[in-house]
């Protein structure tokens, strides 16, 4: 079984998937850290380099979707190869860094991929505020994060939310999070439990009173 759980940056995803994994017994999957070749040539030239940026990035999700489909443990992965194309790449070329000849290209060589692996069983959305995820950003105070401008993580919040309700054709659980605290309240967390069960197995919180 394949869970993977999408949302902004500072949504609170890696928090959550090393949560479930634990509650469940599942195996988390993070997104590869492996040096991308085109990193450097992207920095000192954005625009020239983008495309082959992309897709190296779109090469390496999908190499985790087969791993993944291949394995017979559950696996829980923190953000999947559609969010890096509906959000990430969709914004670099509303930025102009791609060219719509090089986007085409690119969409067309991930809609093939896609027609050979199947969607996740379950994808949770972590969905969230901007002044909620620049308040998360700020408390875990990673020094490169600090100076994101509020207008990027408007963006990447409104493309997430067009991902999310008009393009992502697979099963879709919603967590509003701004009123949560589910890391640090166990009943914030119980009630994504509940939530991921009943659509999962079936499985539904006991009433008090009811048999």
Known sequence: MHIAIAGNMGSGKTTLTNMLAKHYGWTPRFEAVDFNPYLEDYYKDIKRWTFNL?????????????????????????????????????????????????????????????????????????????????????????????SIPLEYLTNLNQRYEDFIFNKYPGRLLVVDVDQLDFQHNPKDFAGIIDRIDAELFGLFPTVPGET
């Open 54 to 146: 992309e897709v190296y990035f779109l090469k390496q999700r999908f190499k985790d979707l087969l791993d993944i489909a291949k394995s017979e443990e559950t696996i829980i992965q923190d953000r999947t190869i559609y969010e890096g194309v509906y959000v990430f790449t969709a914004n670099n070329k509303a930025m102009g860094h791609l060219s719509d000849r090089d986007f085409d290209t690119y969409m067309e060589l991930f809609e093939q991929m896609t027609e050979i692996v199947k969607t996740p069983d379950l994808m949770i959305y972590l969905r969230a505020s901007v002044p909620h995820l620049v308040a998360n950003i700020q408390k875990r105070g990673r020094a490169y994060e600090q």
